[in-house]
């Protein structure tokens, strides 16, 4: 098995950022503004990270879905990769791509069952990349992510099969679960946010647990 890429969401700091590029994370995940959910920062502060992590890979994760916000966000943040975290039109992704061709778009696929495979496949057209996750975007308080819920690991398997572009997985992964959802889906890449994390704040114990199961299950 190829090696999986980690992804380190909610990131609240330079320093939080550090830490987990210092024990093996591929990739940061940023939060502006949601309806709900942790991890939300300034995009003043999100700015600050990418700046002081250049060579760093950075996922805005964002709500928004109008093509002209999102690029304006990204061009505010810096970050090298947004992640959308709602629905888009149709088009949108293919045209975020033509005006900012140096970023990477990624399309979020909330596993709500059976349906999310076509979703899936839908979503990959122009994208860099697909995130599962176990939000519920038609919520009465949209969930966007960041719910620490598992999901049918069964559906992202087939998805991972259905796409032709990376597959992250997201969704109440822990050190405990890790390695299974791994050898399950078999994604190109993890990511992370209350399962590493005690009180709110990242912790290197707990990390450095989820690395190791990581790498025991690739």
Known sequence: MDRVHVKICCIQSVEEAALALELGADALGLVSAM??????????????????????????????????????????????????????PD????????????????????IAGETSVAEAVAAAVGAHALLLDSGRPSAPVPELGGTGRTH???VSARIRTAVSVPVYLAG???????????????????????????????????LTRFMAAVREAE
């Open 152 to 154: 049918d690991w069964e």
């Open 35 to 88: 309806p709900s959910g942790p991890g939300v920062i300034s995009e003043a502060e999100i700015a600050r990270i990418t700046a002081a992590l250049p060579e760093a890979d950075t996922f805005l994760l964002t709500r928004l879905q109008d093509v002209e916000a999102l690029a304006a966000q990204q061009q505010r943040t810096g970050v090298r990769t947004v992640q959308l975290c709602d629905r888009l």
């Open 91 to 110: 088009g949108a992704v293919q045209e975020l791509r033509r005006r900012l061709p140096h970023v990477r778009w990624v399309p979020v696929i909330h």
């Open 172 to 206: 109440g992964l822990n050190p405990a679960n890790v390695g299974a959802a791994i050898r399950r889906v078999r994604p190109f890449g993890v990511d992370v946010c209350s399962g590493v994390r005690v009180q709110g704040r990242l912790d290197r114990e707990l």
